[in-house]
């Protein structure tokens, strides 16, 4: 079955304005997805992003008998949140390109370098430290051991930066 | 379209604009889409969302995990 959203220009809209609801029922997706998983409605906010990939979207369903319809309330409530998810959506893209940039130029480096999160997940090994790691026969360990020492280093960075807003502010309020 | 506003339609509103446009406030993409997918489920009342992000090194599909499986199957479709 063919899915009409693109040749509609619909960027929100229930799944009766892309589907054939009638034909709906002898379909794979509806037999394989909607049908097993007890799906009454679907609405959507979808939009692409770049030619010849998955569009980004946000699929909303209800299952339970007594829940509404989304009727035309729920399209005017998705067609209100529409700016704000291309926004959203266009922002992360923009943060992954930059990651990718990043990686690329610390890969270039001389020095192995690895690039952690805040929470302590590792994003990137660069070439560099990957080949040091893969040469050494306790890697797991020094990998542990240098997540620690950053996770201890951010700690401290953020406390001294905790330290230094609070004498800011001071100083922003004299007399007080 | 004539869209009818609650109070409580108007703080789920601005709720759900305010997660959906602040991706980086979140430690990681993935929250970002967990919250916006829940607040814009909440905004309409649904019983169940996914969200769908293509992005390298990031799953297409997100959902909760009791509808890991129903994801799963859609993605094979």
Known sequence: MRVRRRELGLEVFNWGEVYDLRALPKTEIYNDFSRPYGLLDATAIVIDVEPGKAPAGLFVYRNREQSPLFGTQGIGLLRLLLPAFRAGVESCRSAFRLREQLSHHVDRLS???ML???RGDVLH???VLSDMLAADP???RLRQELVRIAMVVAAQCEHRGVRHKRRDSVQHHPGR | MKVTLSEADFVRLESAMRTLLSP???ETIDRWRTASRRAV???????TAISMLPCDGEPLLECDTDDAQAVAAYAAY
Do not use: H, K, L, R
């Open chain 1, 138 to 140: 306790e890697s797991g």
């Open chain 2, 41 to 47: 489920q909440a905004v309409v009342q649904a019983d």
């Open chain 2, 24 to 26: 980086m406030a979140f």
């Open chain 1, 116 to 118: 952690i999160y805040a």
């Open chain 1, 111 to 113: 020095d192995g370098v």
């Open chain 1, 125 to 127: 090994d660069n070439t």
